[in-house]
């Protein structure tokens, strides 16, 4: 068989270096990726050469459940991943992903990061703005198994009869969603080979050890699904977390272990402490001190009490767990042995302690040498920077590098046997065609791919509704040429409207300047009316009641001032005809402004504004719509397909080429390396 050339380089370096280590693969479901890890496997086989392999099932979290209760008699379901209701699940003991689909969630955060301003568009869905949000930020072709009731649960103390209904009606989902894609006459072939084959195992576990929990049935699982993948399995043994890392003074001196020494030695406890800050620093995972006083990065997980963090004083050990508990220590705590002695002595059950997510690589690592993807465990570079800061500050810490695999899932998909696979709805949409050959998939799904991160940064730059429907109507054709030329039709209405709207505003607005300024003339007037008053009749009044005090009432000085007053009097008409005339223009300019207000209304108001503007509206409502979809679509391809091939559901394999050829050649092509932590 022809194989990468790194896979020889690789294990000849682990022959050489790490002669007797075991092999780790460490995963929360088997029906996911983990058993694509056969091919390492069958490179060994290849190659003559193989290591214990340890296939671990990792049950030591609580089982996914909703921080939000939903309606449900059902103590566990199967529920999609949105950023809306389920935003905050977090599933991994029983998820599935169908042909194509991953847990790749559009968030609302990416959808604004590409310009979309999503919450706008959901508060006028007709859907409604839950459903629609739910609906546009769910990750296609996935679901995964939650646990609905208040208190919470590990994953090891699950009893397989609890799950075992949702988890068959989850399989038999995604068996069926992946059979929908592949051409008719494969279906029964397919679903004989994986979908039912799977199923009948899981019933028959079910029937054999109806007692058994969830994580048995999986360890039971993995070697077959080893064997189904044509990978030898003499070399494997299984196990779970719950079991690895058992904790009690028999178990303590393992080098799986030996971590946590680093943290309860006194020696070495200051540095070790701010090794897992510095790692954890800037991310949401927690510093130590936001745990409480003594805390370590560790959890004990006690059967039927829950899991919780460590706490060590020197007079107490607390575990952290939904209802905390307190031991009382007759000497403080200094080695990883004397907190199994504690442990032993007060819990009558056995205990697991397990390392949180930084530090459980490095815990595990110690002892085995991991096997993962090329995306497996997105914390291992914390893992790193801890470890690191340990070794520069004196604390001398071996352990085992990470073997990475990385697939040509999508790459090798095509042969000669060249299968039509329909579509589903975004990756139709990419590739430009709702069927497509397994060796057209292959070649052209990296392109693609770019072509969807090259749209998403198109859209994030479109910034009007104009450059919207000019983007859709270049990429779409002619459905949206019309919508565009009618938008444009719309909005040069509305700016027509808006023009003559904007020349009536003017002419009010210049009728209320000249109202004021006659307002003040008239003001003017009358001041100078009431001056003139002052200076001509005023005194002459005030003349002639001095004369009528010394008894004058007429005579020529009486009738003279009369005269002088009649005359007066008739000079001030000019006054009253100046007031009433402003008066009168004031009155006219009124009615002028009553009269354009009613046209300047109807122009912004009116039927053919408010007709103009909805259908504008719509318009713009629609192709922001189409553009939310185009996002998703280009997320749920640029990421879904990268995720999934480094990750590959490994039932997917034998469903879509059940003679075994797909997976040859990943095997022929899986290239290894090293990752040093």
Known sequence: MTMHPSVVTVLSQLREKYPNVTLLALGQTVFWDEPTKAALNRLMDELGYRLPFLLCVHCTDYFAKLSSPIQTERKIVALPHNDGTTRDLWSAAGELSCLFGSETVPTRQRYVNAGVAFDKVAKWHPDGEQQFTDRMTEAWGWRGLVHTEFHSVIVHEVCLQHVLEPLMELLEWGFEESLKLLPEHRRAEARSVVADRILGWVTDFAKQYPDQCLSALYQWLFPRFFAMMGAPTDNLSTNCSANLLKFSPQTASLPRFQLVDLFLNPNTRPVAEEAYNQAVKDSEIYTLDRFGEGAIPFDLIIAKR????????????????????????????????????????????????????????????????????????????RTRKMNQYLREHGIEWNIHPILRLVYPTWDTMGDEDDLALTLPEHLANAFGKSQIHTAEFSRRWREVVEEQKALLETIRHLTSPREVLEFLAEREGEEWHRLRQEYDGHISTLRELRLQAEAIHQRIHALYAQIEEWKQEYQRIEREKGENYRQTIKPLKERLWELAQQGITSGEEVMRIHEQIRQHEQERTRFDRELQQRREWIAEARAEVARLKPQRQMLERGEQNQRARQRAMEIERRAELRKMELVRQAILVSEGLVHTNHRPTFWWIPLVDPSGRWFDRIVQQTRLYLEEI
């Open 306 to 381: 829950g899991r919780g963090t460590i706490r060590l004083t020197d007079r107490w050990l607390i575990v952290e767990t939904e209802q905390p508990i307190t031991i009382p220590l007759q000497q403080p705590v200094r080695s990883v042995a004397e907190l199994a002695q504690v442990t032993q002595q007060h819990f009558d059950t056995s205990v697991t302690l397990v390392g949180k997510a930084v530090a459980l690589v490095s815990m595990l690592a110690r002892e085995f040498l991991f096997v993962m993807n090329e995306e497996g465990s997105p914390y291992v570079w």
